[in-house]
């Protein structure tokens, strides 16, 4: 059973920087043709996707926020870290954790979210 | 960056009617299209992958279709559980793996 979970502050003052980890089982990013991804919701709005993190350590990065994120894996290859530097009350918005699978490069399992407030 | 625009962003249908969900890419994607619903307070859930292809253990109601640049989501017949919002996502690129804005399906 493949299960992921987000974990992190729900409250984040601007100009911060955020620290999300997202905990998975079920998969190993040892596995090939499997990658990490995290991906945005603000409240009422569309999803965004933020950034990657493949099998072999690859990544890539939505361009309007690339200078704000990384991405990394630890050496279990259990867990992903995303860190966003400068926080703004626009990044308001409920983050999820999702396996990637890359035949097709579609998003197969999700986390549950988690919310995370930016505000002085 | 490739863009995804779904339109309308909600439509209002009755149980047992056939729906349509469109979504266009700004470029050809060729069949690098797939399909999320998602209810409120919940995650997105993958539905079709590849334009076409049916995740496993969702119901045959729903389908996929399209190629290029326009994409199509079908519903044959509407139950009280599919009333959500749907997104498609382009994979063709990985730079930017862009989403479109949505559509959401509300009871008539």
């Known amino acids: 059973q493949i299960t992921l979970k987000e974990s992190g502050p729900t409250l984040v003052k601007p100009t911060e920087t955020l620290t999300l980890t997202c905990i998975f089982s079920?998969?190993?990013?040892?596995?090939?043709?499997?990658?990490v991804g995290w991906i945005r919701q603000p409240p009422g709005k569309a999803l965004e996707w933020l950034a990657l993190?493949?099998?072999?350590?690859?990544?890539r990065y939505s361009p309007s926020l690339k200078s704000r994120l990384t991405i990394t894996m630890d050496t279990s290859k259990i867990q992903v870290v995303l860190t966003m530097t400068n926080l703004d009350p626009v990044d308001t918005a409920t983050y999820y954790c999702?396996?990637?699978?890359?035949?097709?490069?579609?998003?197969?399992?999700w986390g549950p979210g988690t919310l995370v407030t930016v505000s002085s | 960056d490739i863009q995804m625009t779904q339109s309308p962003s909600s439509l209002s249908a009755s149980v047992g009617d056939r729906v349509t969900i469109p979504c266009r890419a700004s470029?050809?994607?060729?069949?690098?299209l797939n399909w999320y619903q998602q209810k409120p307070g919940k995650a997105p859930k993958l539905l079709i992958h590849?334009?076409?292809s049916l995740q496993s253990g969702v119901p045959s109601r729903f389908s996929g279709s399209g190629s290029g640049t326009d994409f199509t989501l079908t519903i044959s017949s509407l139950q009280p559980e599919d009333f959500a919002t749907y997104y498609c996502?382009?994979?063709?690129?990985?730079?930017?793996?862009?989403f479109g804005g949505g559509t959401k399906v509300e009871i008539k």
């Open positions: 999702t396996r990637l699978n890359t035949h097709n490069n579609y998003f197969d399992y």
């Open positions: 079920g998969f190993s990013l040892s596995t090939s043709g499997v990658g």
């Open positions: 993190i493949y099998w072999d350590d690859d990544k």
């Open positions: 470029q050809s994607i060729g069949i690098y």
């Open positions: 590849g334009a076409f």
């Open positions: 996502q382009q994979s063709y690129s990985t730079r930017a793996l862009a």
